[in-house]
């Protein structure tokens, strides 16, 4: 079922922009705005501001704008309907009647009753650590140096040594054998024909989604049982993909923003080791290779990543291999080997808090720093044949970058460190590139998003970056416009009445035009005109054209049409914009006689033939004419505008 507008309406009404973003960043008071550094970029002055007024944001450090749901959007990396979702919960606006019916209601119901058993699971296996058997699992996490401040924040328990354990627990309290299946809590003997326990004498982390619900378990064994693995995990589930998840993200996304660093380890403990030693914004791959959904979900806090992973030739492997799972999806990475013996957990409880970080600074190195480190000591430049081999490795990690400026740096970098001119590097990137399905040079990748509205509304016109920005009195123009709907719709209705009046040329200025005309008809057909009308100037989370929306945010974000008297009335501020609407719009519309009027005077200053000399004057009348009665008639058009009874 759709969500109504008046639903989505009520949503923008309750939202308050400032409470939305003080959720992600730390905003602080600035006059009549607030201010916070950029989530979007690496900066040290505060260039984020927020007018509540307005409810509309600016990031003038990375050019992008908009409201409270295009700001949840880009932070979370989702479409519209999710983020109004995230946002009516904070609200306190109920979504549930318009979710669809049966098979996704059904779904829901099922996602509820699993988490639920998860859950359950989850406690269950943290009680059973103050058993005389979890003794033994205590005694092991103490060994390690986990605190049991640690062991409570990430939920760890114990698995009895049993093979019905929890099963029985389960049949006690009638929980649904066969979804326990599902969720790997217990398997199934076919030849014996019963459910048995599936995680058995084993120290378990619960594994939390970003939102902080239980959808999955790792087990590391404990107890001396043969044959058996070191770890076992849960299946995937309708709750669980493991490619999409990282360990520890719940407790550390906020301090990821904050920080600006997403340090990327490798295994339960080292998370769990370096969150205990006060750098929380560590989360871990737990032992699989990295997965591009997973950087996806690193790009949603940061850009920046930190690869610290085991010292030994499989972390470093590990390592290579996720350079360019990272860099494919934009990231920035930095890699820092630990020594040969060490893992982040062993070596900050050997060396503390301070002197971890001191080492990190000091041995961190940018990726290709790293690979080159990496195939040197493999013996990758002992020969032509391997030094070929290991250039080609090097420049087809570069073909994952997709910024033109940051290649040409590593490629001048990379002759330097190698004496390959930077001709033949350069000729090889190109190759490589090329044969590089869907590459091109200004290739960027885009977030896919659910679009909430019709494509005639929201179809991106996407000026090249070549393209022109519109001029001050197109700008002029559509500020006026759009800041009038502040003040009601007496404008818009007028503009669309006289649509032949208005025919501005830049494709932003038209687009904007006609989204708010297409409103203003939403709201005129639905009646909601007599009611009080939601201001369309908020509502840029509609237009699905992300420097658009940072264009118009700009507009808006900047001083309203007249700062000279900042104590007048509203009436008196919506009269003021509305004059700067009328001379813009006649200005605009009278654009194209002062250019041909310039054109034709040059003709006439390089000394033309007289037959053509009086030709082209006679031209030159006529448009004066044409320009004069033109104006006339647009100042008898606008003229409705002169009284005050229009803006009542």
């Known amino acids: 079922m759709r969500i109504p507008d008046h639903i989505i309406e009520e949503v923008r009404q309750r939202a308050n ?15 009549r705005n607030y201010k916070a550094l950029s989530p979007f970029t690496r900066e040290k002055t505060p260039s ?90 205590l005694d092991y996490l103490e060994k390690r140096g986990v605190l049991k401040e640690t062991i409570s924040k990430f939920g760890l328990g114990f698995s009895m040594n049993s093979w019905e354990n929890l099963y029985d627990k389960a049949l006690n309290e009638n929980h ?38 239980v959808v999955g378990f790792g087990g590391r064994i404990i107890t001396d049982l043969k044959n058996s693995p070191k770890y076992i995990n849960s299946p995937e589930s309708n709750v669980y993909e493991k490619s999409k998840l990282l360990y520890a993200m719940n407790f550390a996304g906020q301090e990821v923003r904050r920080k600006q660093n997403c340090i990327l380890v490798e295994g339960y403990m080292d998370a769990i080791a370096l969150h205990q030693e006060g750098i929380t914004n560590a989360v871990a791959t737990s032992g699989t290779a990295l997965t591009p959904q997973q950087a996806q979900l690193i790009k949603r806090y940061t850009k920046l990543v930190t690869f610290i992973y085991d010292g030994d030739k499989a972390g470093i492997n590990a390592m290579m291999r996720g350079v360019d799972v990272l860099l494919e999806e934009g990231l920035h990475v930095a890699i820092c080997v630990l020594p040969e013996s060490e893992d982040p957990d062993s070596f900050i409880k050997a060396v503390g808090k301070d002197e971890f970080q001191h080492y990190i600074s000091d041995h961190q190195q940018s990726f290709l720093d790293f690979k080159l480190g990496i195939l040197k000591s493999n013996h990758g430049f002992e020969t032509a044949e391997s030094t070929a081999t290991s250039i080609r490795d090097l420049v087809n990690t570069l073909t994952k970058i997709s910024d033109e400026l940051e290649v040409e740096s590593h490629i001048k970098w990379l002759s330097e460190k190698t004496d390959f001119s930077y001709g033949l590097l350069k000729k090889e990137f190109l190759k490589a590139a090329k044969s590089k399905q869907g590459w091109s040079k200004a290739s960027v990748q885009h977030r896919s998003q659910d679009h909430r509205y019709p494509k005639s509304q929201t ?190």
């Open 48 to 137: 984020f501001i927020v007018s509540p007024e307005k409810q509309i944001y600016k990031c003038f450090s990375s050019g992008k704008g908009g409201n409270a749901f295009t700001f949840v959007m880009e932070m979370e990396n989702i479409g519209f309907i999710d983020a109004l979702k995230l946002i009516a919960k904070k609200v306190g606006v109920d979504l549930s009647q318009y979710e669809k019916q049966s098979k996704t209601t059904q779904k829901s119901q099922e996602e509820r009753e699993e988490y639920s058993l998860l859950t359950w699971g989850a406690k269950l296996f943290h009680e059973q650590l103050q058993t005389s058997e979890g003794k033994l699992c």
């Open 459 to 648: 179809s991106s016109l996407k000026p090249s970056s070549q393209e022109e920005k519109p001029t001050v009195l197109e700008s002029t123009f559509i500020k006026a416009l759009l800041e009038s709907t502040y003040h009601g719709y007496q404008i818009l209705h007028f503009v669309d009445d006289h649509q032949t009046l208005f025919s501005p040329n830049h494709p932003w200025i038209r687009k904007t035009m006609d989204f708010l005309l297409s409103r203003y008809h939403e709201l005129k057909s639905s009646d909601r005109l007599t009611k009080k009308p939601p201001i369309i100037a908020r509502e840029i989370d509609r237009i699905d054209d992300q420097p658009l929306r940072s264009y118009l945010s700009s507009l808006l974000m900047s001083d309203p049409i007249s700062e000279r008297w900042p104590t007048e009335t509203p009436q008196d501020y919506a009269q003021r914009c509305l004059k700067e609407f009328i001379d813009a719009a006649i200005k605009m519309n009278l654009e194209h006689f002062s250019v041909q009027k310039s054109q034709l005077i040059n003709e006439l200053n390089q000394g033309l033939e007289p037959e053509k000399e009086m030709r082209v004057m006679k031209n030159l009348h006529d448009l004066q004419i044409n320009e004069n009665k033109a104006k006339k008639h647009l100042q008898e058009e606008l003229k409705i505008f002169n009284g005050n009874d229009l803006l009542q």
């Open 176 to 213: 649904d054998t066969e979804k326990l299946k599902t969720l790997g809590l217990l398997s199934y003997n076919e030849k014996h024909q019963k459910y048995y326990d599936t995680f058995r004498g084993r120290l378990m982390f619960p594994i939390f989604s970003t939102a902080g619900k």
């Open 17 to 31: 922009i400032v409470d939305v973003i003080s959720d992600y960043l730390t905003l602080t008071p600035s006059g």
